[in-house]
C-alpha cells in the first residue's frame, strides 16, 4: 500500500486510472448491482492510480467490508415493490402473500451472494496490504462474476415463479411490472443530476394525490415516454454486463474500454433528466401548495442529494431549537438564525445546482465532473490541471454555500453561551470519502437501511 501510495497522483497516468476505476464501478451500479461490488471495483484502479492517503485507504476498506457505500447492501428487487407490482397487477391477498413470500427466498439468496462477496474481500486483505492492487482486481473481477450470475439467476427465478401466481388477465398486464422494474433498476444512480429521480414513485410518496384521472394519465404518460430511455440504457448495461461475466476477460483491459461504454448512457440520461424536469413542472401544478412544497422539496433532494441534504449546522440549529433551558432571547436568536438560513439557503442551493447541471453539460455528465474535482485535488492529491469556467463556477457557488453554513454555525455557538448546551448539540457523523454518494438520487433510505 504504501508503495503504491509513492506512485500514486493526480496527473494522467492517474486520472486513466481514476477513469478505469471508476467505470468498473459505475457498470455494476448502473446494472442494478449491491453498492458493495462497484466500491470493491474503484479501489483496484490501474496501478493505485487513485492517490489515497494512508488513513483514507483504512477507511475505504473498512466501508467495503461493511457492505459498500454507505455501509449498507441494496436488494435487486425491493420488498415494496412487491405491493407495487399487486397494485399495477390487481393481485388478490393471496397473491400478494405468496409473492411476499417468494421474495422473501429471493433475498435470501441475494444476501448469501453479498456475504460471499463480503468473505473474498476479507481474504483479498492481504493483496492490499502488500500493495498488490493487479492481483486484489483479478480476485475481485472473479467475485464480481459470481456475485452477477447468482443475482441474474435469482431474479429470473423469481419472476419465473411469480408469473405463476398470475391469472390470465395479469399475465397480459406483467408488461407493466417489467416497466416498473427498469425504472426501479436504472433511476437509482444519476450519471446526470436530476436522472435518478423517479417521479411516479416520488408522487406518491410525498403527500401527493396521484388518485385523479388527470393525474393518473399524467404519471403513465411519464412512464412510457421515460421508458423509452430506460430501454436504451438497458441494452448497453446488458452488452456490458456479459463482458464482465467473460472469465477470459483482461479485467484492466476491459475497464478502459467499458469507460467509453459508460458514456453511451450519458445521452438516455440526459434525457430522463429533461424530462424530469418537465414532468416535475407539470406534476406540481395538479397540487395544492402544501403538497407541491413537499413534491418539490423531496424531487430536489433526489435530483442533486449533495446540494439539498441537511448540513450539520441545520441539525444542530434544529436540536437547540428544542433545549427546554433557553434563556433570555436565546430562543428568538434561533428562530432568526433559522430564517436566515432559509432565506439565504434557497438562492444559494439553486446556484450550486445550476452550476452542477452546467459543469455536467459542458464535461459530459456527473462522472466526468468529479474526474476534474479529482484533478483539482479532491482525492486528497496534490491538485493540477487546468480549471474550466464551468468547474470554476461549481467550486464558487459550493463555497459559498458551504459559507454560509460555517457562518450558521458560528453564530449558533455565540448563542448558547453554557458549554453544557454546547455539549448536547449532535456530533458530526464521518461521511467517509465516497466520491458516489453525490450520484445517487435518494431511493428507498428505509429499506435502504433495513
Known sequence: MRSMLRNGGTGVTGLRGVRRGIAAACIALAGGLAPVVGTAVVVSAVGGAVALTEQQAHAQRGRMMRGGMGGQTVPQIRTRSIDDYGKLLGLSEEQLEAAKTLHSGYRDTIKAANDEMEATM?????????????????????ANRQVL?????????????????LDEKQTEKFALVERHRRREQFLRFGFVSGAAVDLADLASRSGAD??????????????????????EVKKVSDE??????????????????????????????REVRDLNREYAGRLGQMMNEEQRKGFEKKFNERAYPRVYREPHAIKQLEAAMKFDDLQGDQKERLTTLKSRWERESANLNKEWATAQTGAEDKMGGALQVMIAGFARGGMGGGGGGDESEELKKLNEARDARRELERSVEDTLKDILTDKSQRDRLPKREPRGNDPFSEMFGGGDDEEDAE
Open 210 to 231: 396521484v388518485s385523479g384521472e388527470e393525474m393518473r394519465t399524467l404519471l403513465e404518460q411519464y412512464q412510457a415516454d421515460v421508458d423509452r430511455h430506460l430501454l
Open 149 to 165: 450470475k447468482a443475482t441474474e439467476a435469482a431474479e429470473k427465478q423469481f419472476f419465473e415463479e411469480f408469473k405463476l401466481l
Open 240 to 269: 456490458m454486463m456479459k463482458a464482465m461475466q467473460d472469465e477470459n476477460a483482461d479485467a484492466f483491459a476491459m475497464q478502459g474500454e467499458m469507460m467509453g461504454r459508460l458514456e453511451e448512457m450519458g445521452k438516455p440520461y
Open 122 to 142: 476479507e481474504r483479498a486483505q492481504e493483496e492490499i496490504a502488500d500493495g498488490n492492487m493487479q492481483e486484489f482486481g483479478k480476485k475481485m473481477m472473479a
